[in-house]
C-alpha cells in the first residue's frame, strides 16, 4: 500500500483567506497550526466551517455512512477520592446515596444489553479507595467468561491514576507502574480504553475545575501505554466553562502530538491508538461550578474586555490562573453554535484521529443531528443508560430506530459499529430499525432507557466495605 506523505505545514497562510488551503486541509495534504485552529474557531463564519469539515469527514469516511453503537454505560462505583467542580455525580463514602454495584447486578446489566444486540459496555466509576484491585480482576475475567463476545471499554486514565496510587505497584515512575496495572487489567478481559477525564489540559484549567483529578501529563502517559499495549483509545473534551478558546485548540493539539508519537512508535508492533474524539459542552446542573456566574453578569464584568478565561489561554498551554483576577469564578457556557464550531475545528484540526463523535446526549438529539454535518461521522451509543452527564441535568435518551432514524434524516444511511468501527449492520433495507417503525409518536412520548432518578440509591447497591461476599465466585 502506498505511504501518503505526512500533511505539510503552512503557518502563514490565513485559512479564511485562502480556499486551496482549506483544500489541502480537507485532502488530509496540509496541517493546521495551533494559530489557524484558532482562527477556524473563532472567525470562520459558522455555515463555512461547517462545510469543510464536512468535507474532510467525507474525504475520511465518505459520503455515505454514518454510524453508531450499541453499548451500555455502566458507573460501578459513585465514590470519588477527587472533587472535580463539574460532577453532579460523585459522592462521598459515607453519603447516604454513594453505591457501588455488586457483581450480580452489573452482569445482569450485560445480560440486557446482549438481549438488544449490544457489543460493548463503557465502564467508568468514581476513584473508590475501598475496592482492591482483586475486585476489578475477578469482575474482568467474570465478564470474558460470562459474555466473551462483550468488548470492555472501560477505566478512564483518572481511574488508572488512582489505581496506581491506591495498589502501589512496583515501579521507578507512574509509566511503569501503570503499565504494569494495565497488563493485569487486559489479561483479564480489558479491551480499550476510553478518555473520560479529558476535560481541559491546560493546567491552569485543569488545576481549578479538576479538584484532585490526574494531571494532563499523567492522562496523556497513560493513554501512551494503552497504546504500546496494543488497546486503542478515544480523547475527550469538555469545553465552555472557565477555560479560553486557547485551551480548547491546546487540547486538540496535545491529542494530535501524543497520536503522533504513538502511531511512530507502536504502529509497527501492533500498537493503539486515539480512534475517536468527543468533545461536549460543560452541564452545569447540581454542579459547584455550575453556581459560577455568567461573564457578564457579576459585579464589575466589563463585557468589552476579553472573558477571563481568554485573557489567561495560551496556545501552548502555559497561561497562568493570575493573569485574570476573575479567572475560574466566571463561565462562558456553550450553546448549540459554540458546540458546533468547537466539533468542526477538532474534525479540520486532528487528521491524524479517525472518528469524531457527535454528542447528541448533552446537546439533545437534533443538535447530534446537524452535528453529522458538521464533521461527525458517529452518533455514539444508545445510551441505554448513563448516570454521570445525567446527573447534571442532561436527560436525553435515544433508542435504535431514533438513533437510525436520525442518522438517515440527516441524509447518510444508518450502520451499526463495533469499537473499532468495523460496520457490523449497514441499515439499506426495508428491515432497517427505522423504517419498521410506522408511528412515531410512541417513540416521541416516552423517555428511552432511562435509568431511576439520580437522586435514589439503586436498589440493588452494596455496601461500601467490599468482603469476600461481594467478590464473585471463581470461575
Ligand atoms: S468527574 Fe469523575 S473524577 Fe471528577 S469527581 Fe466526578 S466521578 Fe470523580
Same mark, same amino acid.
Request: one cysteine or more; glycine letters at 10%; a negative charge.
Given at each position: 500500500?502506498?505511504?501518503?506523505?505526512?500533511?505539510?505545514?503552512?503557518?502563514?497562510?490565513?485559512?479564511?483567506?485562502?480556499?486551496?488551503?482549506?483544500?489541502?486541509?480537507?485532502?488530509?495534504?496540509?496541517?493546521?497550526?495551533?494559530?489557524?485552529?484558532?482562527?477556524?474557531?473563532?472567525?470562520?463564519?459558522?455555515?463555512?466551517?461547517?462545510?469543510?469539515?464536512?468535507?474532510?469527514?467525507?474525504?475520511?469516511?465518505?459520503?455515505?455512512?454514518?454510524?453508531?453503537?450499541?453499548?451500555?454505560?455502566?458507573?460501578?462505583?459513585?465514590?470519588?477520592?477527587?472533587?472535580?467542580?463539574?460532577?453532579?455525580?460523585?459522592?462521598?463514602?459515607?453519603?447516604?446515596?454513594?453505591?457501588?454495584?455488586?457483581?450480580?447486578?452489573?452482569?445482569?446489566?450485560?445480560?440486557?444489553?446482549?438481549?438488544?444486540?449490544?457489543?460493548?459496555?463503557?465502564?467508568?466509576?468514581?476513584?473508590?479507595?475501598?475496592?482492591?484491585?482483586?475486585?476489578?480482576?475477578?469482575?474482568?475475567?467474570?465478564?470474558?467468561?460470562?459474555?466473551?463476545?462483550?468488548?470492555?471499554?472501560?477505566?478512564?486514565?483518572?481511574?488508572?491514576?488512582?489505581?496506581?496510587?491506591?495498589?502501589?505497584?512496583?515501579?521507578?515512575?507512574?509509566?511503569?507502574?501503570?503499565?504494569?496495572?494495565?497488563?493485569?487489567?487486559?489479561?483479564?478481559?480489558?479491551?480499550?480504553?476510553?478518555?473520560?477525564?479529558?476535560?481541559?489540559?491546560?493546567?491552569?484549567?485543569?488545576?481549578?475545575?479538576?479538584?484532585?483529578?490526574?494531571?494532563?501529563?499523567?492522562?496523556?502517559?497513560?493513554?501512551?501505554?494503552?497504546?504500546?499495549?496494543?488497546?486503542?483509545?478515544?480523547?475527550?473534551?469538555?469545553?465552555?466553562?472557565?477555560?479560553?478558546?486557547?485551551?480548547?485548540?491546546?487540547?486538540?493539539?496535545?491529542?494530535?502530538?501524543?497520536?503522533?508519537?504513538?502511531?511512530?512508535?507502536?504502529?509497527?508492533?501492533?500498537?493503539?491508538?486515539?480512534?475517536?474524539?468527543?468533545?461536549?459542552?460543560?452541564?452545569?446542573?447540581?454542579? =459547584?461550578?455550575? +453556581?459560577? /456566574?455568567? #461573564?457578564?453578569?457579576?459585579?464589575?464584568?466589563?463585557?468589552? &474586555?476579553?472573558? %477571563?478565561?481568554?485573557?489567561?489561554?495560551?496556545?501552548?498551554?502555559?497561561?497562568?490562573?493570575?493573569?485574570?483576577?476573575?479567572?475560574?469564578?466566571?463561565?462562558?457556557?456553550?450553546?448549540?453554535?459554540?458546540?458546533?464550531?468547537?466539533?468542526?475545528?477538532?474534525?479540520?484540526?486532528?487528521?491524524?484521529?479517525?472518528?469524531?463523535?457527535?454528542?447528541?446526549?448533552?446537546?439533545?438529539?437534533?443538535?447530534?443531528?446537524?452535528?453529522?454535518?458538521?464533521?461527525?461521522?458517529?452518533?455514539?451509543?444508545?445510551?441505554?443508560?448513563?448516570?454521570?452527564?445525567?446527573?447534571?441535568?442532561?436527560?436525553?435518551?435515544?433508542?435504535?430506530?431514533?438513533?437510525?432514524?436520525?442518522?438517515?434524516?440527516?441524509?447518510?444511511?444508518?450502520?451499526?459499529?463495533?469499537?473499532?468501527?468495523?460496520?457490523?449492520?449497514?441499515?439499506?433495507?426495508?428491515?432497517? =430499525?427505522?423504517? +419498521?417503525? /410506522?408511528? #412515531?409518536?410512541?417513540?416521541?412520548?416516552?423517555?428511552?432507557? &432511562?435509568?431511576? %432518578?439520580?437522586?435514589?440509591?439503586?436498589?440493588?447497591?452494596?455496601?461500601?466495605?467490599?468482603?469476600?461476599?461481594?467478590?464473585?465466585?471463581?470461575?
Amino acid at each position: 500500500m502506498p505511504v501518503r506523505p505526512a500533511p505539510s505545514l503552512h503557518p502563514a497562510v490565513d485559512p479564511l483567506a485562502d480556499a486551496s488551503f482549506m483544500e489541502a486541509v480537507v485532502a488530509g495534504a496540509a496541517r493546521l497550526t495551533p494559530e489557524q485552529g484558532l482562527r477556524l474557531l473563532r472567525d470562520m463564519p459558522l455555515a463555512d466551517l461547517g462545510m469543510w469539515a464536512d468535507r474532510r469527514c467525507r474525504e475520511i469516511h465518505g459520503d455515505h455512512v454514518r454510524t453508531y453503537v450499541i453499548d451500555r454505560n455502566i458507573n460501578y462505583t459513585n465514590v470519588c477520592t477527587a472533587k472535580c467542580t463539574f460532577c453532579a455525580f460523585r459522592r462521598d463514602a459515607g453519603d447516604s446515596d454513594a453505591y457501588t454495584l455488586s457483581y450480580d447486578t452489573l452482569l445482569k446489566k450485560i445480560e440486557e444489553l446482549v438481549a438488544i444486540g449490544g457489543t460493548q459496555i463503557l465502564m467508568q466509576g468514581g476513584m473508590n479507595p475501598e475496592l482492591p484491585l482483586g475486585w476489578y480482576l475477578d469482575l474482568l475475567r467474570e465478564i470474558k467468561r460470562r459474555f466473551p463476545q462483550v468488548h470492555v471499554h472501560a477505566f478512564s486514565p483518572p481511574e488508572f491514576v488512582e489505581f496506581v496510587n491506591f495498589f502501589d505497584p512496583p515501579g521507578a515512575t507512574y509509566e511503569e507502574k501503570v503499565r504494569g496495572i494495565m497488563t493485569q487489567l487486559k489479561e483479564a478481559g480489558l479491551a480499550s480504553v476510553p478518555g473520560g477525564g479529558g476535560e481541559i489540559f491546560a493546567p491552569a484549567v485543569r488545576s481549578k475545575i479538576g479538584l484532585g483529578k490526574c494531571t494532563a501529563e499523567a492522562w496523556l502517559t497513560t493513554m501512551y501505554v494503552a497504546h504500546e499495549l496494543g488497546m486503542n483509545t478515544s480523547s475527550t473534551m469538555m469545553f465552555g466553562h472557565i477555560e479560553g478558546h486557547a485551551d480548547r485548540v491546546h487540547h486538540m493539539d496535545m491529542t494530535r502530538r501524543w497520536q503522533d508519537r504513538a502511531i511512530a512508535d507502536f504502529s509497527a508492533q501492533g500498537g493503539g491508538r486515539y480512534k475517536a474524539f468527543i468533545s461536549w459542552p460543560f452541564q452545569r446542573e447540581n454542579t =459547584p461550578l455550575g +453556581r459560577a /456566574k455568567e #461573564w457578564g453578569q457579576g459585579p464589575g464584568d466589563d463585557l468589552s &474586555q476579553p472573558f %477571563p478565561g481568554d485573557a489567561v489561554a495560551n496556545l501552548d498551554g502555559s497561561g497562568t490562573k493570575d493573569t485574570h483576577p476573575e479567572f475560574g469564578r466566571r463561565v462562558r457556557m456553550a450553546g448549540a453554535t459554540e458546540y458546533l464550531r468547537t466539533q468542526a475545528t477538532s474534525r479540520l484540526y486532528l487528521d491524524n484521529v479517525h472518528s469524531i463523535g457527535s454528542s447528541w446526549v448533552t446537546m439533545g438529539p437534533h443538535v447530534g443531528q446537524v452535528g453529522l454535518r458538521f464533521g461527525a461521522n458517529d452518533m455514539g451509543s444508545v445510551m441505554m443508560e448513563e448516570n454521570v452527564v445525567s446527573s447534571a441535568g442532561t436527560v436525553h435518551c435515544l433508542n435504535e430506530p431514533l438513533l437510525c432514524r436520525l442518522i438517515r434524516d440527516a441524509g447518510f444511511l444508518p450502520a451499526q459499529r463495533n469499537n473499532a468501527y468495523d460496520l457490523l449492520k449497514v441499515h439499506d433495507g426495508p428491515d432497517s =430499525p427505522d423504517l +419498521r417503525v /410506522k408511528d #412515531w409518536s410512541e417513540f416521541r412520548s416516552k423517555p428511552m432507557h &432511562q435509568e431511576a %432518578p439520580r437522586a435514589q440509591k439503586p436498589a440493588d447497591a452494596v455496601p461500601l466495605t467490599v468482603t469476600a461476599a461481594s467478590m464473585p465466585a471463581k470461575a
